[in-house]
């Protein structure tokens, strides 16, 4: 029997949220350690030591953050066996559309066939997607919408310098949609989140960029991509430190005991990561954990909901239980909440 998340503060008439379905979408091409280091000077020992990668998805030249978004998120909606004009808002969850305006979601909303709906972006790195969940918990349970959609996609790839070695292994691209919708009971416990801006560089974008005009990089074949750089030691301590009180504090919130999970699916940062939380938590071993990152690598925003797509289909864990999600990234910023799976 799953878990039954708490209604701590129960009210008359309450609205409450669950996600309905999930999709994924995943680009064809799989990138082997061994393609990898042929651009780096790495090993396919050290990767898999080092981060837990085997391999990776990488997007084609043509293929966009939103041809992704939208892959996954048709999934969701046919798996949730609505129509998409019944979703009210659309919430893209990424930190690799290359435009600042207008929005990935408002595309997405386009081409999904309900170009009325609400739509926005959240730049919130590795932690969109759980950013996302809360907001659309919040946006339901307050009236304001009824189904929201919320992707989180990337393509990572074109932010990154595939030669650097501290980084080219470890990013890759995706796509990982939910619907959710109005739920007889609480399907999404309250969400628990938050920043160190102190740390803002810790991962950032390399700054020379900010100098071009917008058309220098397609004109000048030397020029680059505001690249996505890392100080990969620093974000290692502050997630093995810092994100596993965080999560206990989302199972505290929600009234939920760690032994009564019946999953964990962090975000897919690195393998020794999420070995070091399932240790600080002290998660049973009868606890499934998510190690999607074996073979879809780092994805940010849409590592969960593909990780959650994958330990539904591969049955490590059924429809209707209970989950822990954690996400956390540049920023640094951090949110995390227990769900009812869909
Ligand atoms: C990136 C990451 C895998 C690197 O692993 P690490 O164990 O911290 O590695 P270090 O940077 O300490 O480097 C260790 C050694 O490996 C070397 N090294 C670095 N990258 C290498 C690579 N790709 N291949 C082989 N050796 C490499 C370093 O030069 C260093 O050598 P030295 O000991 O001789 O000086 C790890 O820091 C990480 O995952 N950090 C968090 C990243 C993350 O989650 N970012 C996104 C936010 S969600």
């Known amino acids: 029997m799953p878990a039954v998340i708490k209604d701590l503060r129960p009210e008359r008439d309450e609205k409450f949220a669950r996600i309905i379905s999930v ?30 990668i085997e391999s990776r998805r990488w997007a084609g030249p ?27 808002a659309v919430i893209v969850a990424t930190i690799t559309y290359p435009y600042q305006t207008p929005s990935a979601a408002t595309d997405v909303a386009l081409r999904i066939g309900n170009p009325k709906a609400a739509a926005f972006d959240i730049s919130a790195a590795c932690a969109g997607f759980c950013y996302g969940v809360g907001l659309a918990n919040d946006l339901i349970r307050g009236g304001t919408a009824e189904y929201v959609l919320v992707i989180g996609v990337e393509k990572l790839t074109d932010f990154i310098d595939l030669d650097d070695r501290s980084i080219g292994f470890l990013f890759a691209d995706g796509a990982g949609a939910v619907l959710i919708g109005p739920s007889s009971t609480r399907g999404i416990g ?21 100098a071009l005009k917008p058309g220098d990089v397609h004109e000048n074949p030397d020029l680059h991509w505001p690249e996505i750089q890392m100080q990969g030691q620093a974000v290692f301590r502050w997630a093995v430190w810092q994100m596993a009180p965080i999560a206990t504090k989302a199972l505290e919130a929600a009234g939920v005991a760690a032994a009564d999970l019946d999953a964990f699916i962090p975000h897919q940062a690195n393998a020794r990561i999420i070995d070091a939380m399932v240790k600080a938590l002290a998660l049973p071993s009868h606890v499934p954990v998510s190690k999607d990152i074996k073979n879809s690598g780092n994805t940010s925003a849409a590592s969960i909901p593909l990780a959650m797509e994958a330990m539904l289909e591969s049955g490590e864990v059924a429809s209707g239980g209970t989950a822990l999600l954690i996400g956390f990234g540049a920023g640094l910023v951090y949110a995390a909440q227990v769900v009812q799976l869909p």
């Not at 892959?71 to 979703?87: G, L, N, P, R, W």
């Not at 628990?192 to 960029?209: C, F, L, M, P």
């Open 23 to 52: 999709g994924g979408y995943r680009p064809p091409r799989i990138v082997t350690n061994a393609e990898v280091c042929e651009r780096i000077d790495s090993t396919d020992e050290w990767i898999k030591e080092r981060s837990g």
């Open 62 to 88: 043509t293929e966009s953050v939103v041809d992704m978004a939208v892959a996954a998120a048709e999934k969701a909606i046919s798996k949730a066996k609505i129509t998409s004009d019944q979703i009210s």
């Open 190 to 210: 309250p969400t628990v989140w938050g920043s160190d801006a102190t740390a803002r560089e810790a991962i950032n974008q390399k700054s020379s960029w900010l």
